[in-house]
């Protein structure tokens, strides 16, 4: 089965995920190219597989118009030529929405020519059939998205993590780690932690800014010695291991969610996370434990972190979460699955399977 994919360029979408998932599904026979016009207009698929078609719509007008329209077109030409598309729903639109107008329409032309779509989640699953209606009549998967232990060192010690940031090893350390978007909300954690009255704590800001704008924002709120440190630039792979080797817990306090791969990091680095009661953040609650993820309602308060920096301390968590759900090869086996079905059924019934087991 040859498959193309779109995007698969980590070093732009800064993240290992596709590398994770195909690297497992080529143990399985599947021959795998990375999406390009060339490739697209002559080559010769079964499957289409779309994970991020936002991607042009957080560029400039010129980008985004000449990418988004070039996407549907190649995806409109290659359904012609009887390649399956199938879409993975990470997002249900662009972070940050920049083209409110033309961004709904680039939506709906493009559900409307899907022949499949996998969801990571159950919520995620009714957020996208509620979203776009055309999806409600062809196939769909609830497939979890993979861990992510294989994709970064964890040699480091905390304590030697914690001298490399100057941290004291009796510190208690709060972690943002990830791309900063006005979605992620990075400034009102600053702002709480600031209020939350924490002497003996420290916040650490660790990712790239999405704009000058997002780099202002958390710069002007952060002064000289107050205990948070900020490292905002894109951190090496070889470098992640320190943040969430020095942290005690992760916090992150989106505005609106639907999956976290952020989430998913920090139980993968065996750390506790705090995250609102949002999309499928209280479903990963439930798969993996209240032990190990922490949902706040609403806005992240003071109090509420003062009491999740006492949850985190608990003694009697188990060493490692239980991500046994989250394991890539059960992964591929599964997208492989939902690829048989679609090159193999002419005329798709409508259903919606959940790892892998089809339901009604």
């Given at each position: ?14 993240n ?15 021959l795998t ?6 490739r ?11 994970h ?19 996407l549907?077109f ?12 199938v879409w ?13 107008v ?5 939506w ?14 159950e ?40 001298l490399?940031l100057?941290i ?26 600031q ?29 000289q010695?107050n ?17 969430f080797?020095a ?8 505005l ?9 990091l ?9 995250v609102?009661n949002?999309g499928?953040?209280?479903?990963l609650q ?10 706040h ?12 920096i ?7 968590r188990?060493?490692q ?5 989250f394991?890539?090869?059960s ?8 690829y048989?079905?679609l090159?193999?059924t ?15």
């Amino acid at each position: 089965m040859r498959v193309l994919i779109f995007p698969n360029d980590r070093s732009k979408i800064g993240n290992p995920y596709c590398d994770l998932l195909y690297g497992n599904m080529a143990q399985l026979g599947v021959l795998t190219e990375p999406f390009s016009p060339s490739r697209a207009f002559y080559g010769k698929y079964d499957i289409f597989h779309l994970h991020w078609p936002e991607y042009y719509l957080s560029r400039s007008l010129p980008k985004a118009l000449v990418g988004s329209l070039g996407l549907l077109f190649f995806v409109l030409w290659l359904r012609l030529r009887g390649t399956r598309i199938v879409w993975t729903a990470h997002n249900l639109h662009s972070h940050n929405k920049r083209y409110p107008v033309a961004e709904p329409w680039f939506w709906r032309v493009l559900t409307c020519l899907m022949h499949g779509y996998i969801a990571l989640s159950e919520t995620s699953a009714h957020q996208a059939r509620a979203e776009f209606p055309s999806l409600r009549s062809i196939p769909g998967s609830v497939i979890p998205h993979g861990d992510y232990r294989s994709s970064y060192p964890a040699t480091i010690t905390k304590a030697d993590a914690r001298l490399q940031l100057g941290i004291s090893p009796v510190e208690s350390v709060l972690l943002f780690f990830g791309g900063i978007s006005p979605y992620k909300n990075v400034p009102h954690l600053i702002e709480t932690f600031q209020r939350a009255a924490l002497p003996d704590a420290t916040l650490l800001i660790a990712g790239c800014p999405a704009t000058q704008n997002d780099d202002r924002a958390v710069k002007n709120l952060v002064k000289q010695g107050n205990r948070i440190q900020l490292h905002l630039h894109r951190i090496p792979t070889d470098q992640v291991q320190v943040f969430f080797a020095a942290a005690d817990l992760v916090v992150l306090p989106f505005l609106e969610i639907m999956n976290s791969g952020s989430a998913i990091l920090a139980l993968s680095f065996d750390r506790p996370v705090l995250v609102p009661n949002r999309g499928s953040l209280p479903e990963l609650q439930a798969q993996v434990g209240s032990d190990w993820v922490r949902t706040h309602p609403d806005q992240l308060s003071p109090s509420e972190l003062q009491r999740a920096i006492a949850w985190s301390r608990n003694e009697k968590r188990e060493r490692q979460p239980n991500l046994a759900g989250f394991s890539w090869p059960s992964i591929a086996r599964d997208t492989l699955s939902m690829y048989e079905r679609l090159v193999t059924t002419a005329s798709p019934n409508n259903y919606i399977s959940t790892y892998g087991t089809d339901r009604a």
